[in-house]
Every structure is written in structure tokens, then in C-alpha cells.
């Protein structure tokens, strides 16, 4: 994870029930074109990219930075979960000096409504817990988002407050492991 505190990167993989977080591979190349060109996924994120740009622009080991889990259910990237610093420069912070990690996730459309968002998204904030005691967590998204704001409540993020970005309301939440339900 990028910004204050050494963190060994890669982790060794993550195994929830059903699914391992680990380090980005070359065979993940087609998942993660098929994220981002997703009319589905690009809703609440600006819209989907040009699959033509995405062929063009995409390494040949996608998302390898430290950060950035892929989402692996029986060996196949259905997603991905990221822990970034939010920019200081950007709207909604829980500290002064802004830098706080924050929770991003996406997954194909084809594995929503079974729950590997919650699980991959949980067993990355415990591992971050593990690894970062004490640090808080936030999240933001678009109030139109219904199903990441209702994962972001199942994952025991408080709201913090709401503003406008990106043309439209966002809410924006704050987590803490001292405060964080099983989920």
C-alpha cells in the first residue's frame, strides 16, 4: 500500500472462504479489460472505457502495485480491491493532513449479488487492520449507489458527510478496526 508506514508488498495471498486476494498475474489481463469496459462497473465511476483504448493501454501484468488485490474465485479475477491514499487535495478526510487509506472495489457483473464483494472487501480490511493498527479507513461513493452503500454499512463504515464531486452527491464514511463488525 502506497504512503506512510513500510508495508511488505505483495502479501502472501489472502484466503477468505471463498476466495484468495493476491498480487495481479499476466493471465489477468482480459478480467481487468472486461472490468473497466463494463457499461455495468462504469455507472458510478464516469462511465465505461473504449475497449480499443483499454487493449492499447493495458500492460501485459495489469494492476501490479502495491495497494491492488485481485479478487481470484477458483482461480479466475472476478474483481479487484484497492487500498490507496486519498489525495489531500480531493473532498472528504477524517484527518487534517488528509492521506487516509481508501477502500475502492470493483467486480464483474457477472459475480454480483453473491457476496464476494463483502468478502474480499472484509478480508482486505483485516488484513490492513493487521498491518496498519489504528489506522482509520475511508470510503466514498455516489448516494445514487445503492449496493455500495449498502456494502459500505455492512462493513461497519460510518458516515462522515456528504458533498458534491464529480457532478453528483457522494457519501463519504469512515472505518475503524476498533469499531469494524464481522461481517
Not at 3 to 10: K, Q, S
Not at 11 to 21: F, G, K, W
Amino acid at each position: 500500500m502506497t504512503g506512510p508506514g513500510p508495508v511488505a508488498w505483495p502479501p502472501a495471498p489472502i484466503r477468505t472462504e471463498r476466495l484468495a486476494l493476491r498480487e495481479s498475474e499476466a493471465r489477468d489481463r482480459a478480467a481487468f479489460i472486461e472490468l473497466f469496459a463494463s457499461p455495468e462497473v462504469g455507472t458510478y465511476i464516469g462511465g465505461p472505457r473504449s475497449r480499443d483504448e483499454l487493449e492499447d493501454g493495458v500492460p501485459e501484468i495489469p494492476g501490479r502495485r502495491p495497494g491492488l488485490f485481485v479478487i481470484d474465485l477458483h482461480g479466475a479475477m472476478i474483481g479487484m480491491v484497492t487500498l490507496d491514499r486519498r489525495g489531500a487535495e480531493r473532498p472528504g478526510h477524517v484527518r487534517p493532513e488528509g492521506g487516509e487509506a481508501e477502500l475502492g472495489y470493483m467486480v464483474l457483473p457477472e459475480a454480483w449479488g453473491r457476496g464476494y464483494a463483502a468478502e474480499a472487501c472484509a478480508a482486505a480490511l483485516d488484513w490492513f487492520a493487521g498491518v496498519l493498527p489504528g489506522e482509520p479507513v475511508v470510503l466514498c461513493t455516489r448516494t445514487a449507489n445503492d449496493r455500495a452503500m449498502r456494502l459500505a454499512a455492512k462493513l461497519g463504515f460510518t458516515e462522515v458527510e456528504r458533498f458534491e464531486e464529480y457532478g453528483a452527491e457522494q457519501w463519504f464514511g469512515a472505518w475503524s478496526s476498533d469499531e469494524a463488525p464481522c461481517v
